[in-house]
């Protein structure tokens, strides 16, 4: 079988030459065109390009910074954080033998707040403690707390240890408080001593239901998030800056990330006045102030109308209080206490602590129609 021959080999060589020179002037030409139109990698691009890794070391830098800022506080004033272990006779109905008395333990938190070894805590602590112990986290034998004073009012008390060398934690102003900022709570939860939690300031003025049979309420309190537990009672709540700047206090049971805490304003006040006098002066009474609202609610439940527009209505008044020591009764309204119209519980507050501790207050107060005047001995 007869075939036709395509290239000879030099044809073949030949072919290959002019393919190359086409195929490299063709590049040339590419990179003549196009080519001018590409730069070489800048490496300020390059580094610009991985800049995002550098920016996210900031902001893990502000975490770093949260971190160290949060364990500086608790080494400077988790010191001064104590442990307060209380023993209460309660009286207990038994089945078989009828009542018999049995001792109860409890477990709550404190502050250590001058060198003299006062320390800070909650009413309801210390409230019937028969035995009061109190001990510091870098100190094996506990010392003998001694109450100083209480004031279930408020769910403050003060007590007092004799000790050398006592740390201190500084009080704040829980008056610059601002919601969002971040705060640490440091007690001893279900006894686990010196337990940190960090949180938020969720609201401020909060008011605060402490004993729903007499509708004692605390007002003005800090709500935070920071974890609080039985046992986190009367530890402080502490600013950034390591500064005491409430008094936990409260839960609410089956709620996650509400907890409590009393202004170290008004604490401080409580505080002082405890330590001078053992006790806070008060007329004795639980009431609100009438307004408009009031006024047509009453008026709507019971048919009465109010023999005045303002003053402070008393709903509750204290047995062996002042007040009652005085004849006032609840359903009384004051108007008027010492030389000063009154229309609020926070004006009747200002005026009998005008008159202070042993003193005399003049009390003006209507009982249905009739307008009465009575002296209150403080």
Not at 246 to 266: D, L, M, S, Y
């Amino acid at each position: 079988m007869s075939g036709k021959r395509l290239f000879n080999r030099r044809e073949f060589i030949i072919i290959l030459i002019v393919c190359g020179t086409i195929g490299l002037l063709s590049g040339w030409w590419v990179d003549q065109r196009w080519g001018a139109r590409t730069t070489p990698p800048d490496p300020t691009k390059i580094k610009a390009e991985r800049s995002p890794t550098d920016t996210d070391g900031g902001k893990f830098s502000v975490l770093t910074d949260l971190e160290n800022t949060t364990t500086g506080v608790v080494e400077s004033v988790g010191p001064a954080v104590v442990k307060i272990m209380t023993k209460e006779k309660a009286v207990i109905d038994h089945f078989f033998v009828g009542q018999i008395v049995q001792e109860r333990e409890g477990i709550g938190s404190g502050v250590i707040v001058d060198r003299a070894g006062h320390i800070l805590t909650n009413n309801h602590v210390v409230a019937d403690a028969t035995e009061i112990k109190v001990l510091l986290p870098d100190r094996e034998d506990p010392y003998r707390g001694r109450l100083i004073g209480a004031d279930p009012f408020t769910d403050l008390a003060v007590l007092k240890i004799d000790g050398k060398d006592l740390p201190v934690a500084d009080l704040g102003d829980s008056s610059k408080l601002k919601v969002g900022q971040f705060v640490i709570a440091i007690g001893n939860p279900y006894g686990f001593e010196n337990s940190v939690t960090l949180g938020l300031v969720s609201a401020l003025g909060r008011g605060l239901l402490i004993d729903p049979e007499f509708n004692l309420q605390i007002e003005g309190v800090i709500q935070t998030d920071a974890s609080i537990n039985p046992g986190n009672s009367g530890g402080p709540l502490l600013d950034l800056e390591g500064r005491v700047i409430g008094i936990n206090t409260a839960i609410i049971e089956r709620a996650q990330g509400i907890g409590f805490a009393i202004p170290i304003n008004a604490a401080r006040e409580t505080m002082q006045e405890l330590i001078a006098h053992g006790k806070v002066l008060r007329l004795g009474v639980l009431g609100g102030a009438i307004d408009e609202v009031f006024a047509a609610r009453y008026q709507r439940e019971t048919g009465v109308v109010l023999p005045v527009a303002t003053g402070v209505y008393l709903v509750e008044v204290v047995e062996g209080g002042p007040a009652a020591n005085a004849g006032l009764r609840p359903g009384d309204i004051i108007t008027r206490a010492g030389s000063r119209e009154v229309r609020t519980m926070d004006e009747l507050v200002a005026q009998v602590r005008q008159a202070g501790h042993g003193g005399a207050i003049s009390i003006t107060f209507f009982r249905d129609d009739a307008e009465l005047v009575a002296t209150a001995s403080l």
